[in-house]
Structure formats: C-alpha cells, structure tokens
C-alpha cells in the first residue's frame, strides 16, 4: 500500500506528483501490461540483450 504523506498546507496536486512517481517505481502497471499477452522466453531474452547493450552505449558516450 503507498502512503503520501501530507504537510499541513501543502498542495494536493503536489501530493498527487508524489504518489504518482511512487506508483511508477513499484512498477505495478509495467507488470500488468506484460501479464495480458505471452511473450517467448526468447524474445524477452534478446530485449533485455539489446537493453543492455543500450545502456552500455550510453554509460560509454557519457565517459
């Protein structure tokens, strides 16, 4: 359960900021979008391959 605790006069849009940017890192809607269609075990394979691969690049451009 997540828990966005308000400060007395804060904003409730800023609060809705806060719970929004929890919910993405608990990666809950990630999961379910991946759940509704089978994916071969090959293929979520070679996506983490090439997202390593991305990262690598990145991290070797930034040095």
């Known amino acids: 359960m997540i828990v966005v605790p308000l400060k007395e006069g804060e904003n409730i849009e800023k609060a809705l900021k806060k719970f ?6 608990t990666g809950i809607v990630k999961e379910l979008r991946s759940r509704q269609a ?10 983490q391959t090439m997202r390593a691969v991305y990262v690598q690049q990145l991290q070797q451009i930034e040095e």
């Open 38 to 47: 089978f994916e071969k075990p090959s293929i979520t394979k070679r996506k």
């Open 20 to 25: 929004k940017r929890k919910f993405e890192k």
